[in-house]
């Protein structure tokens, strides 16, 4: 990315292309940037995604708490921004990260490993 592509402007015309909820706020699905596993989902408005954009560090909103977090300030276990992408429709985020340590707060590699839901396999016979 050239230098242009970190000035305000640049990132305020990006960050005017998402369609954040009447809450202010847009779903951020986090990947693994080489693999591709999923580690975790998220949620940003306009500030947490600028600061993501900008610093290179992962940066959501907490939804409980009402306060921005940086992912691994407090457990080490930080996201480095690889890529973010806007999906076709603006209303969600793909962030490529490269997770040091478990993504989940519960300590697993990913927060999608807990509950199976027993979807059918809609690759047999119907």
Do not use: N
Request: glycine share 8%.
């Amino acid at each position: 990315m050239s230098s242009r592509d970190h000035d305000a402007s640049a990132v305020d015309e990006r960050i005017a292309q998402v369609a954040f909820t009447a809450e202010g706020l847009a779903p951020v699905i986090v990947q693994q940037w080489d693999s591709r596993e999923v580690l975790m989902l998220a949620w940003v408005d306009a500030e947490a995604l600028r600061r993501t954009l900008t610093s290179g560090r992962a940066t959501y909103w907490s939804r409980s708490r009402q306060e921005y977090w940086r992912k691994g300030d407090t457990s080490g276990h930080i996201q480095v921004v690889r890529e973010a992408r806007l999906d076709c429709d603006g209303d969600a985020i793909l962030l490529l990260v490269d997770q040091t340590g478990p993504a989940c707060h519960t300590g697993t590699r990913t927060c999608f490993d807990a509950t199976d839901l027993g979807a059918a396999d809609g690759t047999g016979p119907s």
